[in-house]
């Protein structure tokens, strides 16, 4: 059982990570109009940030012992934006969109 980081609103993606934990939950959906961290709260996590972020991030999951599973996106516009974003879901480890 896993939970959508969106029902965590208005916090962000590190917060609702530490909180699905707390929850004895181990998957999430990631929720594409969330921000990163309270130490970055302007910086969205999305298929836009930076690799860095990613990894960040990822490493915060792993650390948690979280896995993000699925993540949410309404749809890519072009060919080239829906490529990153299963550029974005591979980097997470999410195993479908």
């Known amino acids: 059982m896993g939970i959508q980081t969106g029902s965590f609103h208005p916090r962000t993606f590190y917060e609702a990570i530490d909180k699905t934990k707390a929850l004895g939950l181990r998957y999430v959906e990631s929720h594409p109009w969330q921000m990163l961290s309270p130490d970055q709260p302007s910086q969205p996590f999305d298929y836009t940030s930076p690799a860095a972020v990613l990894e960040a991030a990822k490493a915060k999951l792993d650390q948690a012992g979280v896995m993000m599973a ?11 934006e829906l490529r990153k974003i299963f550029v974005f879901a591979k980097a997470m480890g999410s195993r479908c969109l």
């Open 70 to 80: 699925t993540c949410f996106f309404l749809s890519g516009k072009t060919e080239a």
